[in-house]
């Protein structure tokens, strides 16, 4: 069964300096993945995704991830981050090799950007 | 874009009734919505996947007939808390699956906050 890791469970830094989250998911032929953000009581928010292509994808709000297939990783980054980006951020994952189509999601990463 | 409604956005309920929460693909056909749970400050937990006019797939730890699902339009699942504790307060959450080539992926209801008492 798929699954996802997303290694660090709260990222702290400061207003304007970059970031990186991590994401790796266990392999398979084929996948698709996704990263989204979530502010309090709130559903999800798309930011990005892979689906084929280009390895570099540009979401919005500035964000970019990374696709690794030899490294089974797909990191979220974001240049210059703004106060306005703390949430909690979910890296996710659909398996294409099975039917279902259903999408598990990391444990998620908190990033609080301070001042 | 894909938008899916979700509704209520908050119940609180009486232990031993049941709540019914329900998703609606408001501009595209849904053949396939997930339910998943959230607890606090925890990821988002796959209870199920329901299929337009077929009996919902549920993951592994996950009552049946606890929790029912039922998909009876392109456009409407429902999700029923059956008996309800407060052991399943929680945040509830659909999704649907959107198709094509540039739109492939999932959309996501607002979410249901339950609140068992």
């Known amino acids: 069964a798929q699954s996802v890791t997303q290694l660090d469970s709260q990222v702290p830094v400061f207003e304007e300096a970059p970031v990186e989250l991590r994401c790796n998911y266990s392999s398979s032929v084929s996948v698709y993945l996704f990263w989204y953000v979530q502010y309090p009581n709130q559903g999800l928010q798309l930011l990005l995704k892979y689906l084929s292509g280009s390895t570099l994808v540009k979401g919005i709000n500035g964000f970019e991830a990374e696709f690794n297939k030899s490294q089974t990783s797909f990191h979220l980054r974001k240049p210059s981050v703004h106060i306005s980006d703390t949430a909690e951020y979910f890296c996710?994952?659909?398996?294409?090799?099975?039917?279902?189509?259903?999408?598990?999601f990391g444990s998620g990463t908190r990033l609080l950007v301070r001042p | 874009g894909a938008v899916v409604s979700q509704h209520p956005s908050r119940v609180i309920c009486k232990s031993g009734t049941s709540v019914k929460i329900e998703c609606r693909s408001l501009d595209f056909q849904a053949t396939t919505m997930f339910w998943y749970r959230q607890f606090p400050k925890q990821s988002l937990m796959l209870m199920a996947t329901?299929?337009?006019?077929?009996?919902?797939?549920?993951e592994q730890g996950v009552e049946k007939d606890k929790f029912l699902i039922n998909h009876a339009s392109l456009t409407l699942s429902t999700l029923t808390v059956t008996s309800a504790h407060p052991e399943d307060s929680s945040f509830y959450i659909c999704s649907a699956r959107t198709l094509g080539v540039r739109y492939y992926g999932y959309t996501f209801g607002s979410g249901t906050r339950l609140t068992v008492v």
């Open positions: 996710a994952v659909s398996d294409h090799g099975d039917s279902s189509y259903k999408l598990i």
């Open positions: 329901s299929n337009e006019g077929s009996k919902a797939t549920y």
